[in-house]
């Protein structure tokens, strides 16, 4: 297929690489020339701007958002409504809002412009990996995309369906999901999101627990030195907590195991807020994810070895920095 690609940053532009090597054609443009000239010296067809874009795609177009989430996507939709026609679709892989997606579809629904949210998972890692994509939309525009989502996702990975799934028709399996209407893809992928907060905070807290076994408070027969990063290292193999995100933290402390390079200055980006929101307006207790997005608020104030882990993972993940010392 053929697909505009707007916005060329750290996943933008490795969606982009995944795409071509699939077979893709692609259309690129980003505010760095920088940026689209590099993709068009790997193959892609570079363009200078959305209008520019949207001049080089054949009808029906598909024009994928991956912009940061707020203004600068609500921007770029509203201008893409403006220049495409009816039947184009436009895809929103940022981390957009739910009920922004709402929103946006309902006011494309007239010309009729199809809105597309995708709420993608992968960080940095996604151009070898391939991108977990939680989708929502219209039944038909979701479809005619299918080979784009199907190239960006991990595919089987080596993964076998789950035992009982015998019989279900759906693509979960294969590392992509036409979740709802609009905004259930981004809805999931908050959720997601604000999940994976849990999951950071608790193999944080659990590290920071070992790191302190040897302190001069304890008792001299119950302290311990433990190398971090060795148990990391073990706990990947046959352990219940095994994970992506315990894998990325094998590497943060092998790479430094005191994590000096990191202050714990942990950012959240909005999913985790969202997740807490929606948690509140369905009445639904969340005890863990509430404390784990309190954590990132105090970690701004004072920063312990959790909180570094915290970052380190967050780079690992998708090459998030920390903000400058002051």
Known sequence: MQLGMIGLGRMGSNMVRRLMKGGHECVVTDLSADAVAALAKEGATGAQSLKDLVAALRPPRAVWVMVPAGNATEQTVTTLGDLLQAGDTIVDGGNSWFKDDV??????????????????????????????????????????????????????????PSRGREGRKSTAHRGYLHCGPSGAGHFVKMIHNGIEYGLMQALAEGFDIMRHAGDAALPADQRYQFDLADIAELWRRGSVVSSWLL???????????????????????????????????????????????????????????????????????????EPPKK
């Open 247 to 321: 894998d990325l933290t094998a590497i943060a402390l092998a790479e430094d195991p005191a994590l000096d390079g990191f202050t714990g200055f942990v950012q959240d980006s909005g999913e985790g807020r969202w997740t807490l929101l929606a948690a509140i307006e369905e009445a639904v207790p969340a005890e863990v994810l509430s404390a784990s997005l309190y954590a990132r608020f105090r970690s701004r104030q004072e920063h312990t070895f959790a909180e570094k882990l915290l970052s380190a993972m967050r780079k690992q993940f998708g090459g998030h920095v």
């Open 103 to 160: 929103r946006r579809a309902k006011l494309l629904a007239p010309k009729p412009v199809h809105y597309v949210d995708a709420g993608t998972s992968g960080g940095v890692w996604g151009a070898e990996r391939g991108y977990c994509l939680m989708v929502g939309g219209p039944d038909d525009a979701v479809k005619r995309l299918d080979p784009i989502f199907e190239t960006l996702a991990p595919g089987e990975a080596g993964i076998a």
